[in-house]
Structures are given as C-alpha cells and as structure tokens.
C-alpha cells in the first residue's frame, strides 16, 4: 500500500469511527505495528540484532495483508468491509 492508499483508509475510518469502533481499533492497530517496524529496522540493524529483521519486514508488509485478507472476505461475503472504498 501506498502512504496515500494508507491515509485514505486513516481518514475514512476516523470519519466512520461511531459506526465502525471496532474496525477503528484494527486499524490503528496495524498503522501501530507498521509504524514500530519502521522504528525497529535501524535499531535493530545498528545493535545487530538480525533475529528482529523478519519481523520488521512482516510489520512493512501487514497494512497490504491486512487490507487483502478484507477484500477476500467481502468478496466472499463473509465479512462486510465498507472502507475499501477508500482504496
């Protein structure tokens, strides 16, 4: 995802917070995680703790899973996902 695609789902889901609290709460979650992988990836790499590496890359990419894992299970019907529009 890009940071605009990001910002966009931020918005929405501020916008929608009354209605949707607990998709809110996910994606502050997600934004939470991708943020520390960012934060973790020079502290770890200058302390030389390359066991953290995999999961600074698993924090890079958990906004994009996170939104696909959504867009599969509105597809199916299982679960309905009102901020893809924001993509």
């Known amino acids: 995802m890009t940071l605009l695609q990001l910002t966009h789902v931020k918005r929405w889901m501020d916008l929608h ?17 991708w943020v520390l992988s960012w934060m973790a990836l020079p502290v770890s790499t200058l ?7 995999p999961l600074c890359l698993a924090g890079f990419l958990l906004p994009t899973a996170y939104a696909n894992w959504r867009r599969s299970l509105h597809r199916r019907g299982r679960l309905r996902c009102d901020w893809l529009t924001a993509l």
């Open 17 to 33: 917070q009354g209605r949707h609290p607990v998709e809110l709460c996910a994606w502050d979650l997600v934004l939470t995680a």
């Open 47 to 53: 302390l030389g703790n390359w066991w953290m590496l």
